[in-house]
């Protein structure tokens, strides 16, 4: 059954663990800086950038929302396989954010203020590729926030969405389809309410996987605040090879083996306390 928590509940959620990292409080980190880029900064294999949670942005770049940009080049940072991003915040004035171009990265506590087109993409590799996204946030995602086009598996442990149209799309149109792509997500909590993004998909959901590809999400410890929305937690689509179709969803919640959780691992939260984000609005 879905177990319903108040507000006095969401202060202690921060330390509810199922395993791998806590469940967020719904807070966000104060920048500690600011700087610039003017050209992708490229974190190398075996590389651990740590960015001392400073907001880094492009200085040549704005965002255009949904518009369909040249990819790496316009994103904040691209990390290669083997290496590890850690305690940054992606300020606006970017387009693509964060890039994994051949999968087996390690993006942790990375936080996304105002996401453009995409906050995390996640490309390339093989099918024993394991991407990793621990801890951090993201916020005002019209879309996406973890847009997984390539091959393997991701993790998400411990990570806060608010406002967002999906925390996490399997490729439903990639040219390079059928992939088989598998999800790992535990501890998450997800803030639905609407407060600036534009959500162009009106079938919100926390997951988006293509059954007819395969895809296999396993979701455990979710914390859901709910908006006056329709919204689903895991939801199944018929994936194709062409760029710019629109995916058939086929089905909406638990399913075997493409949405794998019961009703025991949702958790509806009537608050989520957001002080630090009205500080710094």
Known sequence: MLQFLGSAATLAI???????????????????????????YVV?????????????DRSDI????????????????????????????????????????????TIQNVWW????????????????????????????ADDKVIQHNGYGTVVVEGFFAQDFGKLYRS????????????????????????????RVDPNVSIVMMNENFGDQAVLRNIYVKPSAENYTECASSFGVNKSGARPVILSNGPKNPVCQYSNDDVHIVQEVQNTQQQQQQ
């Open 62 to 105: 704005t965002c255009l929302g949904q518009t369909e940009s040249n990819g790496t080049s316009n994103a904040v940072f691209e990390v290669e396989p083997g290496a590890t991003l850690k305690n940054v915040i992606i300020g606006k004035d970017q387009m693509e954010g964060v890039h994994c171009e051949q999968s087996g990265c």
């Open 171 to 198: 490729c439903g149109n990639c040219k390079s389809n059928p992939r088989q792509r598998f999800l790992n997500m535990t501890n998450i909590l997800a803030d639905l309410e609407i407060i600036q993004a534009q």
């Open 14 to 40: 921060g330390a509810a663990v199922a395993f791998g990292a806590p469940v967020p409080d719904g807070t966000w980190p104060l920048t500690q800086g600011n700087v610039s880029f003017s050209e992708v």
């Open 44 to 56: 190398k294999s075996g590389e651990v950038f740590d960015g001392g949670m400073k907001t880094y």
């Open 113 to 140: 203020e105002d996401v453009c087109e995409d906050a995390l993409s996640i490309k390339g590799g093989n099918a024993s590729s394991v991407s990793r996204v621990i801890g951090g946030g993201a916020r005002y």
